[in-house]
C-alpha cells in the first residue's frame, strides 16, 4: 500500500487532474526552472528577514546602552 503524503492531499484537492498525472501516469509538471528559481527566492528573503531581525535586536541593545551611557555619566 502506497503512502499518501499531506502535500498529496493539498496538491489533490487543488487539481485532482495533476496529482492523477504525476501520481498515476508519472508524468512531472512543467517550470521546473521556475519552481527552483522560486525556492531559491524564498531562501534568499527568509535570510533577509532574520538578518534584519538581528539587526533590530542588535540597534535597540545599543539603543539601550547609549541611554545607560547617558544616565551613568549624569
Known amino acids: 500500500m502506497d503512502v499518501i503524503r499531506a502535500s498529496e492531499l ?16 508519472g508524468l512531472e509538471p512543467t517550470g ?6 522560486g525556492t531559491i527566492a524564498h ?3 527568509g535570510w533577509l528577514v532574520a538578518t534584519s ?18 544616565i551613568w555619566a549624569s
Request: proline share 0%; hydrophobic share 45%; charged share 25%.
Open 10 to 25: 493539498g496538491e489533490y484537492s487543488y487539481c485532482a487532474r495533476s496529482w492523477w498525472l504525476r501520481r498515476v501516469v
Open 43 to 45: 531562501i534568499r528573503h
Open 53 to 70: 531581525q538581528r539587526l533590530l535586536w542588535i540597534g535597540l541593545g545599543l539603543l539601550i546602552s547609549g541611554v545607560g551611557l547617558i
Open 32 to 37: 521546473a526552472e521556475r519552481r527552483e528559481l
